[in-house]
């Protein structure tokens, strides 16, 4: 008797799935055919760009296109302790700093503007990133204080200084003596345009600002701060009696140190205010502010700059931050 056996499961028989004792032979490789030429009567092929894509980063981006999340992102980022100084801005620690270092102003410059340079260039990292490879147009940066700490972190700085006698013995590397109502520049050349102190300096404040951010590529970052002719210190080495008006206080610096001030109002020092200056600024349709804020104070730094009338006297320091509109 014959034992009943199992179907395959998949009802094929068993002897089906045995390999062929002699395997056939593999047909031989099939030759690809040469790829034809496109027809010249085809659509030309579109040329790519050589020019690398600039990628925008968010702190470079216009202040309307950052969402809220950024905008906060950028906040703590710009009161982030400064690699230069390890100082967070703003902070009273700070503050103290620069009072301490500004009291020295006369006996050791060296110390009070190499700390105020390495404190402005953390701030400029602070709202548009590192500045290595960069190019930065420091305007009327005097000595070469700043510019000297740009090229330190790794920019490619130029001081433009119309006053040879600012310039000092020994001038930074790239200085050039000319005026910064006309910079011998081309249009868009500078990813970023600084200028410290200055503003309260020239005669025609506007067309200086104008002169700056046309320097200034598109997206690039402006950095002006300027002494207000109400903060405390707004007459300069005769404040704070600059208050009680400008020749009577020229003259008590006079028998007080024996020597004659070294600014004059109406010559090389000029009333400049807050309110104005925001005012034409926020005008302008070739930039945006980014930020409008005190320059040294420990906190408050922006709140203190939207009160009329108090701003003139206790922002002491104006610091715009404006961004190159594209």
């Known amino acids: 008797m014959t034992p009943w056996r199992k ?10 799935r045995q390999k062929p004792a002699v395997q056939a032979p593999r047909e031989a490789p ?13 659509a030309p092929r579109q040329q790519v760009s050589q020019q690398p894509v600039a990628h925008q980063s968010v702190a470079q981006q216009p202040v309307a296109q950052q969402s809220v999340a950024q905008r906060a992102a ?14 967070r801005d703003p902070s009273l620690r700070r503050s103290l700093a620069l009072f301490r270092a500004f009291r020295h102003e006369q006996d050791d410059p060296e ?6 340079a390495r404190d402005a260039v953390d ?9 290595k490879g960069r190019t930065v147009v420091d305007v009327g940066g005097g000595g070469g204080y700043f510019t000297q700490e740009f090229q330190k972190r790794g920019a490619h700085g130029y001081l433009f200084e119309p006053d040879m006698r600012e310039l000092g013995p020994k001038p930074p590397e790239g200085s050039v003596v000319a005026d910064g109502y006309l910079l011998p520049l081309a249009d868009g050349v500078a990813d970023v345009c600084f200028s410290s102190n200055v503003l309260e300096h020239v005669a025609d404040p506007q067309t200086f600002l104008s002169e700056m951010v046309r320097v200034t590529r598109p997206g690039g970052l402006i950095y002006v701060s300027f002494t207000n002719w109400l903060s405390p210190w707004g007459g300069h080495e005769w404040a704070p009696w600059h208050y ?3 020749e009577r206080a020229r003259a008590r610096y006079r028998r007080r140190t024996g020597r004659p001030a070294k600014h004059t109002l109406g010559e090389n020092l000029f009333a400049v205010h807050i ?20 320059r040294y104070w420990p906190f408050l730094a922006q709140a203190v700059t939207r009160a009329p009338g108090l ?9 715009l931050i404006l961004r190159r509109c594209p």
């Open 111 to 116: 110390a009070c503007y190499s700390l105020l």
């Open 244 to 246: 009680l008006g400008a």
């Open 311 to 319: 701003r003139e006297f206790a922002t002491w320091n104006l610091l």
């Open 275 to 294: 309110g104005p200056t925001l005012r034409q600024v926020r005008a302008r349709d070739d930039v945006t502010v980014v930020s409008a804020r005190s």
């Open 123 to 131: 701030q400029v990292e602070a709202y548009d990133g590192p500045v």
């Open 74 to 87: 950028l906040q703590r980022k710009s009161t982030a302790p400064g690699p230069g100084t390890g100082l």
């Open 7 to 16: 179907a395959p499961r998949w009802g094929a028989p068993r002897a089906s």
């Open 30 to 42: 099939r030759q690809r055919a040469p790829r034809q030429p496109v027809p010249q009567q085809q």
